[in-house]
C-alpha cells in the first residue's frame, strides 16, 4: 500500500514544501522543527528556473513576489565603497547574481508555513532522538513527544543535518569549501541604495551589503581559511572571530558595528553535501541534508524546492517507498551534480588573497560591465536552473 504517513523533520524552505505536496495527495504529513517557533533571519535567497515553476504550481508566486527584496543588481566597490562594476538583475537572463525572484529566506519560510498549516501537523520545539526502521513502519521518538510511527520519515534538517548521522553513520560526505559566512541585520542609512554591494579585502575577505524589504540593510561577512571549528563555538565566540578577522577592513566597519546589537546572527562553515545516497530503508534526505550546493552555488532553494515538489511526486506515485525514492534520485541527481559543479576555482577565484588580486579582480569585472561581456561574469554566476524536466505529475485535490 501506498505510504500514508510522512513525518518531515525541518521547517524551513524544504519541508513545508514537501508538506504542501503531500498533504495534496492525501498524504497525511507531519512537520517537526527543532526551533521554538519559526526561524527568521538569513538573507535574501532566489528561486531559479525549476525553481520558480514549483512556486507558480504552488500558486504562490505572487506573494513570493510580493515579498521580494527589490534588490536591483550587484555593485562590486572598492574598500572606500567606490563602485568598480555593477550588473543588474537581468544580467544572463536573471542567471546572474541577483535573481528576478529574491526573498528573505524567513519570509519564503513564513509564506510556505501558512500556505499548509491547515492541513499540517507542525510541532515546534522537538527533535528526533531515536529511528527504529522495521521494514514495515518506522517507530520514532522524540526529545519531548510520546513515541510514534510513520511510513516514511524525511530528513530536511539542514548541511549539519544531526539525525542523517543517527540514519546513515559514516556514510555522512561532506566536502568542506574552507569559507565561513555569516548573516546578520544592520540598520539601514540614508547612502544605501537598493543595489546589493560587495567589496573583497585581502586575505580572500569580503563583505556584501543587501537591501530588504524591511527597511534593514543584510550583511553578510565572509572570509576562507582551513577548517577551524569556528561554526562550534558560541554566538559571543563567532562575533569576536568576526571582529579579528575583519577589524582592518574600511567596508566591514559598519556591519562590525552594527554586529552587537543585531536582531539575528546566523554563523556557517560552508560545505556541499556528497552522499551516495540519499535513502536507507524508510527514511530519505531533502534539500540542504541531502545534496547542500552551498550558497556559493545560488541553488540552495531551488534544490529544495524542486526536490520537495519531485519527492512528494514520486511518493504519490509508487506502492513502495523503494521504487519512489529510486526514482526521485534518478531524476534529481543530474540537477543537484550541476548545481554543485561550482565555477572554477570558487570559491577562490571570487575572494582574491593579494591587494593586488582584488585590484586585478575589481577591474576585470569593471571592463566586464561596462562592454556588457557578461560571460566574463561567468565565473561568478550560478549554474543553469532550469535543465531538469519536471514531471507533471497528476496530483489530486483531497
Ligand atoms: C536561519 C537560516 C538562515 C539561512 N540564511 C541563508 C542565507 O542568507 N543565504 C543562503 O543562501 N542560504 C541561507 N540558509 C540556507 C537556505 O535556507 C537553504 O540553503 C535552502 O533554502 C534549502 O533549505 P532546507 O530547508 O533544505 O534547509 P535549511 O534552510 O538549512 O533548514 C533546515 C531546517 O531544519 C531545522 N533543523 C535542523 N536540525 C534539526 C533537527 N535535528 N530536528 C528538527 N529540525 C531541525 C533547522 O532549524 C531549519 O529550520 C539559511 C538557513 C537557515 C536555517
Known amino acids: 500500500m501506498s505510504p500514508r504517513t510522512v513525518?518531515?523533520?525541518?521547517?524551513?524552505?524544504?519541508?513545508?514544501?514537501?508538506?504542501?505536496?503531500?498533504?495534496?495527495?492525501?498524504?497525511?504529513?507531519?512537520?517537526?522543527?527543532?526551533?521554538?517557533?519559526?526561524?527568521?533571519?538569513?538573507?535574501?535567497?532566489?528561486?531559479?528556473?525549476?525553481?520558480?515553476?514549483?512556486?507558480?504550481?504552488?500558486?504562490?508566486?505572487?506573494?513570493?513576489?510580493?515579498?521580494?527584496?527589490?534588490?536591483t543588481g550587484l555593485q562590486f566597490v572598492d574598500s572606500r565603497g567606490k563602485i568598480k562594476a555593477q550588473f543588474g538583475s537581468d544580467t544572463m537572463d536573471g542567471e546572474g547574481p541577483t535573481a528576478e525572484l529574491e526573498i528573505l529566506r524567513g519570509d519564503l519560510g513564513k509564506i510556505l508555513y501558512d500556505h499548509t498549516r491547515d492541513r499540517t501537523e507542525y510541532v515546534f520545539g522537538d527533535s528526533i532522538t531515536g529511528i527504529d526502521d522495521d521494514g514495515d513502519r518506522v517507530r520514532v521518538s522524540f526529545e519531548h513527544s510520546a513515541d510514534r510511527d510513520f511510513d516514511i520519515v524525511v530528513l530536511a534538517e539542514g548541511l549539519r543535518s544531526r539525525t542523517r548521522s543517527m540514519v546513515f553513520g559514516d556514510d555522512v560526505s561532506i566536502r568542506d569549501l574552507g569559507m565561513y559566512t555569516s548573516y546578520f541585520t544592520i540598520p539601514r542609512v540614508e547612502s544605501d541604495t537598493q543595489w546589493a554591494q560587495w567589496s573583497n579585502a585581502p586575505g580572500s575577505r569580503s563583505v556584501l551589503l543587501r537591501p530588504d524589504n524591511v527597511g534593514t540593510t543584510r550583511a553578510t561577512l565572509s572570509f576562507m581559511t582551513d577548517p577551524k571549528g569556528y561554526e562550534t563555538l558560541t554566538v559571543d565566540d563567532q562575533k569576536d572571530v568576526l571582529r579579528r578577522t575583519f577589524s582592518d577592513a574600511p567596508f566591514a566597519a559598519r556591519a562590525l558595528a552594527g554586529l552587537t546589537d543585531t536582531p539575528d546572527f546566523y554563523f556557517e562553515s560552508l560545505g556541499q553535501v556528497t552522499m551516495s545516497t540519499w535513502s536507507k530503508g524508510r527514511v530519505v534526505l531533502l534539500g540542504d541534508a541531502g545534496y547542500c550546493a552551498s550558497p556559493i552555488s545560488g541553488m540552495g532553494t531551488s534544490l529544495a524546492t524542486v526536490g520537495a515538489y519531485v519527492l512528494a511526486g514520486e511518493i504519490a506515485s509508487h506502492?513502495?517507498?523503494?521504487?519512489?525514492?529510486?526514482?526521485?534520485?534518478?531524476?534529481?541527481?543530474?540537477?543537484?551534480?550541476?548545481?554543485?559543479?561550482?565555477?572554477?576555482?570558487?570559491?577562490?577565484?571570487?575572494?582574491?588573497?593579494?591587494?593586488?588580486?582584488?585590484?586585478?579582480?575589481?577591474?576585470?569585472?569593471?571592463?566586464?560591465?561596462?562592454?556588457?561581456?557578461?560571460?566574463?561574469?561567468?565565473?561568478?554566476?550560478s549554474p543553469p536552473s532550469d535543465k531538469i524536466d519536471l514531471p507533471n505529475y497528476a496530483v489530486p485535490i483531497t
Open 7 to 71: 513525518l518531515v523533520s525541518g521547517a524551513s524552505v524544504a519541508g513545508p514544501t514537501l508538506a504542501y505536496w503531500l498533504e495534496r495527495s492525501g498524504v497525511s504529513t507531519t512537520v517537526i522543527e527543532r526551533f521554538p517557533e519559526l526561524r527568521s533571519g538569513g538573507q535574501s535567497v532566489d528561486l531559479r528556473g525549476a525553481g520558480r515553476t514549483v512556486v507558480q504550481r504552488m500558486g504562490i508566486e505572487d506573494a513570493v513576489r510580493a515579498a521580494g527584496t527589490g534588490e
Open 319 to 381: 506502492d513502495d517507498h523503494r521504487d519512489a525514492f529510486t526514482a526521485y534520485e534518478s531524476i534529481m541527481r543530474p540537477y543537484v551534480d550541476q548545481a554543485q559543479k561550482l565555477a572554477s576555482g570558487a570559491p577562490r577565484v571570487a575572494n582574491p588573497k593579494t591587494k593586488l588580486g582584488v585590484a586585478t579582480m575589481n577591474a576585470v569585472l569593471g571592463l566586464a560591465s561596462r562592454i556588457k561581456i557578461t560571460s566574463l561574469f561567468g565565473k561568478f554566476a
